[in-house]
């Protein structure tokens, strides 16, 4: 009962206002699970109440922005190396906008954090959130070093210095501790003097579906490349790069559950009835290759 409709993934999922809570513009919310493992923000536009959701993607970019505008103004930038990491599920958008607009590395790992927390240990400061909202930030021995033992030659790099310090003391970098994570957004979002409006506006999200497909036998399907595509059953990646292909902006991938006998499909494309159609064809293509059970995905909403 404590995830009842209104945890962090009833929000992101259902894309929808915690219950509970009335929901008014320009009002800042934060999304928990029941064990505070993960977060997202949320909040409905000033002009026609639409929902909006800055899940873990977006504290990702948030993160990393401010992490290494303080790096530069510190003066550590040639020593001390600030890289993201993310899965296939982290939305175009996002990897675009770390890449080309903040320039910082970025490291796609296979599903599950334990796989995101390695990749990130590669860089000096490594940040990882999922897309649900789980992950954290990463300080080396390099970086703390770095960050306690440099001579400011400047009130602003002694400020910058000091900032840095602190951020290391406030993120548990011990994965899945969703309190310091919401800390550590205010402290941005504060420090900026942002709205979430103004942080969400950074880049647009690509629209995106997920679909879940019932089949006979998860174990048929290999992937490789972080998830991001099939080797077995053979032929069925060619069929969902073919598909892919005829959508603008389009991206498709298909991975096994780790529990269940499901295969989860995830789409994006420019615009939403573009990408919902890829996900149920790509879903309809496993469901025919692969012997699906029960209904069929439709193609067409």
Same mark, same amino acid.
């Given at each position: 009962?404590?995830?009842? &409709? ?16 009335? @929901? +008014? ?37 948030? +993160? ?27 939305? @175009? ?8 607009? *903040? ?66 003391? *406030?993120? &548990? ?28 506006? +950074?880049?647009?999200?690509?629209? &995106? ?16 490349? $972080? ?13 969902? &790069? ?9 991206? $498709? ?13 995830? +789409?994006?494309? $420019? ?17 025919? *290759? ?12």
């Amino acid at each position: 009962m404590l995830n009842y &409709n209104c945890g962090a993934d009833f929000v992101k999922t259902q894309q929808a206002v915690s219950h509970g809570i009335s @929901g +008014a513009p320009k009002q800042r919310y934060a999304a928990l699970d029941g064990d505070a493992d993960r977060l997202v923000y949320f909040y409905l536009d000033s002009k026609d109440e639409t929902f909006r959701l800055l899940d873990g993607d977006k504290i990702s970019g948030l +993160a990393a922005m401010f992490i290494k505008d303080l790096v530069q103004s510190a003066g550590l930038a040639e020593d001390v190396h600030v890289g993201v990491v993310q899965t296939a599920y982290a939305n @175009g958008s996002s990897t675009n906008y770390l890449k080309d607009v *903040l320039q910082v590395p970025v490291t796609c790992a296979k599903t599950g954090v334990k796989h995101l927390h390695h990749e990130a240990e590669k860089y000096d400061i490594g940040v990882y959130f999922e897309a649900n909202g789980h992950g954290t930030v990463l300080f080396s021995p390099v970086a703390l070093q770095a960050i306690t033992k440099t001579q400011a030659r400047s009130p602003a790099q002694a400020e910058a210095l000091e900032q840095l310090q602190a951020l290391a003391e *406030l993120i &548990n970098q011990t994965v899945g501790d969703a309190l310091s994570d919401l800390l550590l957004v205010e402290v941005i979002l504060t420090h900026r003097q942002w709205s979430l409006s103004q942080w969400d506006h +950074a880049y647009t999200d690509l629209p &995106n579906r997920l679909v879940k497909v019932v089949v006979e036998d998860r174990l048929a399907f290999k992937t490789t490349d $972080a998830d991001t595509r099939l080797v077995e059953p053979a032929g069925l990646q060619d069929k969902i &790069n073919e598909l892919v292909a005829k959508y603008r902006g389009g991206r $498709a991938f298909v991975r096994p559950s780790g529990t269940e006998d499901v295969v989860r499909v995830y +789409a994006e494309a $420019a615009n939403r009835h573009e990408c919902d159609q890829l996900a149920f064809k790509v879903g309809g293509l496993v469901f025919d *290759l692969a012997g699906g059970k029960g209904e069929r995905p439709n193609e067409f909403l």
